[in-house]
């Protein structure tokens, strides 16, 4: 699991990986906050340490910037013992708030606390048979030849790949994917399922999306 430290203190920031890294954690470690927010945009964290007393940019920019695109949890370092300080922190967005000095094995105890909380993280990449569907970048492909989606055809293909080998109602799909009621006399659903299947099945001799009679559809590799 990888953690990103903010910390401009060079003695506590080495301490701070260092004890990571023995409590097996893969640890990053940014001086600054621009660098450390450089990071927390662009590389895909499980959890940040975050100092407030930052050069280039406080912890409390760093935070609000990074709210405006990633939900990371967060946890909050300072040397400040005041409740003005906290509150800000925890209204910006923080889970989290500890005040220095600190034992690392509370900051350890809050970090996996945190991470025991946070909702599960959407893979990166899902792959069934030679399907592969890259989430962040919105690319799809089947073996080397690259298949272009609309934004529905993609987020119906990423809920049946995320939950590979469910048989998903045509209502449970509907709800997620228009966010709306199903209806029993409305074939959004099928058409949908007719359209993804031009693009990702019929080319291919070995088809990945199957109805279930009276069920609604699966997507999964056969023998």
Request: hydrophobic fraction near 45%; proline fraction near 4%.
């Amino acid at each position: 699991m990888r953690i990103l430290i903010v910390e401009d203190e060079t003695k506590t920031g080495d301490y701070l990986r260092k004890g990571l890294l023995e409590a097996g954690f893969q640890a990053d470690l940014a001086r600054t906050g621009p660098g450390g927010l450089d990071l927390a945009l662009h590389e895909d964290y499980a959890l940040i340490v975050l100092d407030v007393m930052l050069p280039g940019l406080d912890g409390w920019s760093v935070l609000r910037q990074l709210r405006e695109r990633k939900q990371t949890p967060v946890l909050m370092l300072t040397a400040r013992d005041e409740v003005a300080d906290r509150v800000r922190g925890l209204e910006l967005g923080a889970d989290d708030y500890l005040i220095k000095p600190f034992a690392f094995a509370e900051l350890l105890a809050r970090l996996r606390t945190l991470l025991r909380r946070a909702p599960p993280r959407p893979r990166d990449t899902l792959n069934v048979a030679d399907l592969c569907i890259e989430v962040q970048r919105r690319r799809v492909s089947r073996g080397d030849v690259r298949i272009d989606l609309t934004v529905q055809d993609f987020a119906l293909l990423q809920l049946l790949a995320e939950r590979e080998g469910d048989v998903l109602s045509r209502s449970l799909i509907a709800s997620h994917v228009w966010d709306m009621n199903f209806e029993s006399d409305t074939n959004v659903v099928d058409v949908a399922i007719r359209r993804l299947r031009a693009k990702i099945d019929d080319p291919y001799p070995v088809k990945l999306v199957h109805t279930v009679r009276g069920m609604g559809y699966v997507l999964e590799a056969r023998a």
